[in-house]
Each structure stands twice: as structure tokens, then as C-alpha cells.
């Protein structure tokens, strides 16, 4: 919980309006790099390379905060408290194929979640990464995706054709469509607008998914990230330390 002073090595425009902030870490086995994909900081992770020392940040740039950040340069100086909350259940989803699906800015936690597997691809089966967002400049961490070895299948969408775009074109719930399901071992993790979860879950039913193999990382204002300031609750349970990530059994999405 104590803020950490770090300095940032590298900050690069993502897109119009979006930055990635790489922050070093000193000391490599700092709490900080904990490598649990879906837990957060205040800042907004979306990933840790341990073998560097750094956390990795995706920030759109909207208000005074944010704008103060995209004004800083490699060598200043930045605060940051984490990691905090639950993350996705790795153990659970070992020996199971996986299906990665965001969208929007919904991205960063899947990213990571990707980057975590790909170091580990003896422990899991197929990998599926879904991505839709509203326009190809909105598809942010394309970089790091090329990078990403032919084992993970990415599949890229955006919502309406545009010159220049040979990609499918529609919401990311059709690309479920194109992927061949056995329920019996596979595991989906979802990141993006309460919306697109919606349509994807009913999909996914109808393939015969369960409920308790799909985790969705939700989204919440929040201030102290401890269940204080009661400003993250879900119904019953507090996005910051219940989540930020669930299982579809535990939430109505209808009231997300």
C-alpha cells in the first residue's frame, strides 16, 4: 500500500490520445512485479516483464492526471501503489484451451494475460486472442502482438469497413463464431464494455460454455483500491479487492 517512487525509461504514443508508460523498477524482487495478470495498479497495468524490472502502462490521456503523465519524460520521477486485487486464475485455466477476447481499450489486462501463457505454452492448449476496437488506430499494442509466436491465434476486428482495412469487420462476439469449441476444456477470459461481454456470454453458452469458465475484468472509478471508499461496489462485492476480476456466475452483467 505504500506508494513507490520509480523512474519512468520509456513513454511512446500508442494512437491519438493513448501513451504506454514503461516504469523501472530497481529491485528484481520487488512486491511490485508480482506476475499476476488482472491485478491492477494505480495507474493501470498491463503488464510486468520480470526479466527487465518493468511495469508496463497503457493510459488514455482525459483529464488532469493523465495529461500530467503524458507530460513527463524518461528519467522523471512517478509514484505508484501495487499490485492490488485479484486476478485471473492461472491454476484453473492450466491444461485448458483459452480464449482471449477485449475490446476498446479493454485490451491492456488480455495483453498481459497473452504474455503470461506465451512464456508458459506447455501448460495450456489452444490459444485464441480476440481483439476488436472502433477503428484500426484504436488497436493499440499491434508492436507487441507481431511478436507474438503463430501458437496464439489473434483475430483482429474493428466496427465499420474503412479504406485501407482487409480485416473482418463486425463485433468481436462474431469471431467466437469462427472458433471451434469443446466446452469441456476451455476457459475464456474477457476484458472490455459490459456490452460486448453480454454478447459473447450468449454465445458462448450456446457452444455449451459455463458461466464459471468465464472471467470478465471489470471496470470501476475507485480511490483508495482497499474497500473503503465504497466507490467500486458490484452488488455485493467491491471490484478492487473481490476482483477487479470475476467469474460470470458471480455477477449480473445486465447491472455492470
Not at 41 to 54: A, E, K, M, N, W
Request: overall charge positive; glycine content about 10%; aromatic content about 8%.
Amino acid at each position: 500500500m505504500v506508494p513507490v517512487q520509480s523512474k519512468i525509461s520509456a513513454i511512446i504514443q500508442e494512437s491519438p490520445g493513448v501513451f504506454r508508460v514503461e516504469i523501472k523498477v530497481d529491485h528484481r524482487d520487488s512486491p511490485m512485479l508480482v506476475d499476476n495478470p488482472g491485478q491492477f495498479y494505480f495507474l493501470g497495468s498491463i503488464g510486468i516483464d520480470v526479466d527487465r524490472g518493468t511495469i508496463v502502462f497503457l493510459i488514455r490521456q482525459v483529464g488532469r492526471v493523465t495529461t500530467w503523465i503524458a507530460g513527463l519524460k524518461v528519467g522523471d520521477s512517478i509514484e505508484m501503489r501495487g499490485p492490488l486485487g485479484n486476478g485471473f486464475p492461472i491454476e484453473e485455466m492450466k491444461g485448458s484451451d483459452v480464449i482471449l477476447a477485449s475490446g476498446g481499450c479493454g485490451v491492456p489486462p488480455i495483453a498481459s494475460l497473452a504474455e503470461y501463457i506465451l512464456k508458459r505454452l506447455d501448460d495450456f492448449g489452444k490459444i485464441y486472442f480476440l481483439y476488436g476496437a472502433r477503428t484500426p488506430s484504436d488497436l493499440h499494442l499491434q508492436k507487441d502482438m507481431e511478436a507474438w509466436p503463430k501458437k496464439i491465434e489473434k483475430m483482429l476486428t474493428i466496427d465499420k469497413s474503412c479504406a485501407g482495412w482487409s480485416g473482418h469487420v463486425g463485433f468481436v462476439s462474431d469471431l467466437i463464431k469462427k472458433i471451434k469449441i469443446d466446452p469441456s476444456k476451455t476457459k475464456v477470459a474477457l476484458c472490455g464494455p459490459p456490452m460486448m461481454f453480454k454478447a459473447i456470454q450468449v454465445e458462448l453458452n450456446k457452444r455449451g460454455v459455463k458461466d464459471d469458465s468465464i472471467y470478465a475484468s471489470l471496470e470501476r472509478k475507485m480511490e483508495c483500491g482497499i474497500g473503503k471508499c465504497q466507490h467500486c461496489t458490484c452488488g455485493k462485492a467491491y471490484v478492487c479487492i473481490d476482483g477487479p476480476v470475476f467469474r460470470m456466475s458471480e455477477i449480473d452483467i445486465n447491472a455492470t
